[in-house]
């Protein structure tokens, strides 16, 4: 299978969060993609490409407002004239019984345009996220060329963002960016599956309103989970998209035997819709081993979830999205793709 990525991932590094009251490093690393790429190597997976540069920013307005994707091109210069120059993080956000108005000002707009403290700027991210665009759009380009299976190896991940927000880590929706691709490029219909172990809100806003691209996501329950404003099992979309989002949250503490009933079902969700092409939001951090997750999934369980995905016979996209236990996530993300490979 052949591997996308972009070096310039890089350019997003040394990043904050807020994180059980202290401000501490991002979990969200450069070594993450390091990993993959050592494991890719070692076990043979295939080549691995760079990425083609794309108009990324064009392509992700078709899933995202432009006023927000502006506001996240110019943020580096706003905060610049404002004095500063460290890593950023977003404080003060429109909660309920607030107006819902857009301030002028570089502090206000950050929660403006977020939902949480996890979309942290540094001087490179707005090139990094671009590049992460660039490498899902050059391997959503090969399987329309006719592969079976393409890896977009993306960072910053994607799967928080909504059509005008940041948070957790992500800033376009590289899934939703694709999907949307395939749909303006021939196929009728796309499916969106979320593995991470959070839900894909911002994946479901983009679609929770329509018919042609079914959003499923696999999660830790957000009664208890981040990031607990969406995510529950009766959210199935809107009018014309009612029926079309399906949410399976799950315990903390689920195993294969309880995660593997649910990827079952949306195994057959998928076959029922009928796809021309899979999008896999692939987040690791379901691993037992993860150090921000509590789902217990285990080294030898991630080719079965490649070999199924095979099974359904439609093209797969995966994106990469989450997984923190950097030293195993190159192990499972491989994993994934050996399964699919059937070796
Ligand atoms: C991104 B992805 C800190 C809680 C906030 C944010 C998690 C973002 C996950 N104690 N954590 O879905 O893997
Ligand atoms: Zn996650």
Known sequence: MKTVYSPRHRLHADNQELNAGAILPAFELPA??????DRIAEVGLGPVLE????????????????????????????????????????YVWPARGQRDIRPDHVNGLMGYYSFDGGGSFVEGTWEAVK?????VLTAA??????????????????????????????????AATVAQWFRDN?????????????????????FFGRDDVEFISLHADTAVAYPFFSGRADEIGIGEGEGFTHNFPM?????????????????????????????VSLGLDTFEGDPISRFKLRHEDYPKIGA????????????????????????????????????
């Open 51 to 90: 990425a083609v540069p794309h108009d990324a920013v064009a392509a992700a307005a078709r899933v995202h407002a432009t006023d927000y994707l502006d506001f996240m091109a110019d943020f580096w210069r706003l905060w610049l004239a404002e004095g500063r120059s460290g890593p950023t993080m977003p």
């Open 308 to 343: 199924r995905l095979a099974k359904i016979g439609k093209p797969v996209l995966f994106v990469q999205e989450g997984g923190y236990a950097v030293a195993d996530i190159g192990v499972n993300a491989v994993g994934v793709m050996t399964g699919f490979e059937g070796r």
């Open 186 to 206: 021939g196929a009728a219909r796309v499916s969106i599956l979320d593995i991470d172990y959070h839900h894909g809100n911002g994946t479901q806003e983009i």
């Open 131 to 135: 590049s992460a665009v660039d490498s």
């Open 141 to 174: 380009e090969m399987i329309k060329d006719g592969e079976k299976a393409a890896y977009a190896l993306c960072r910053p991940p994607g799967h928080h963002a909504g059509i005008s927000t940041m948070g957790g880590y992500c800033f376009i929706n590289n």
């Open 251 to 279: 315990p903390f503490g689920t195993a294969w035997e309880g995660w593997s009933a649910s990827f079952e079902a949306a195994c057959r969700l998928i076959a029922d819709f009928g796809p021309d092409v899979v999008v």
């Open 32 to 37: 993450r993609v390091d990993f993959i790429l």
